[in-house]
C-alpha cells in the first residue's frame, strides 16, 4: 500500500536537456516519508468508519449523522493532500 500512495503522490518535472533537442530528464520529486504514513492512517480510518456505520445501521436500524460527517470530512482531507501535493 505504501508503494501506491508513494506513487500516488509523487511529483513529476520534465527538465529539458538541451534546447535544440527534445530530449527531457523525467525528475521525480518523492513525497516525505511522514506524509505517506498520514495518508496511509488516513486510508485506515476511513475503512474503519465506514465499518462502523454498515455496523450502525444493521444493528441499530438508524444512520449516524456524526460518523458520515467524520467519513466525509477524512475523504476532503484526503482529497485535499492529493490535489496540493500534485500542483
Same mark, same amino acid.
Given at each position: 500500500?505504501?508503494?501506491?500512495? #508513494? #506513487?500516488l503522490l509523487?511529483? #513529476?518535472?520534465?527538465?529539458?536537456v538541451t534546447?535544440?533537442?527534445?530530449?527531457? #530528464?523525467?525528475?521525480?520529486? $518523492?513525497?516525505?516519508e511522514s $506524509?505517506?504514513?498520514?495518508?496511509?492512517?488516513?486510508?485506515?480510518?476511513?475503512?474503519? /468508519?465506514?465499518?462502523?456505520?454498515?455496523?450502525?445501521?444493521?444493528? $441499530?436500524?438508524?444512520?449516524?449523522?456524526?460518523?458520515?460527517?467524520?467519513?466525509?470530512? /477524512?475523504?476532503?482531507?484526503?482529497?485535499?493532500?492529493?490535489?496540493?501535493?500534485?500542483?
Amino acid at each position: 500500500m505504501k508503494r501506491w500512495i #508513494r #506513487r500516488l503522490l509523487t511529483k #513529476r518535472h520534465f527538465v529539458p536537456v538541451t534546447k535544440k533537442t527534445r530530449e527531457v #530528464r523525467v525528475k521525480d520529486e $518523492l513525497p516525505s516519508e511522514s $506524509l505517506v504514513m498520514l495518508f496511509q492512517f488516513a486510508i485506515v480510518v476511513i475503512a474503519v /468508519l465506514a465499518a462502523v456505520e454498515v455496523v450502525h445501521v444493521v444493528f $441499530l436500524g438508524v444512520w449516524n449523522e456524526n460518523v458520515f460527517n467524520a467519513i466525509v470530512g /477524512l475523504i476532503g482531507t484526503v482529497t485535499g493532500i492529493i490535489v496540493g501535493k500534485k500542483t
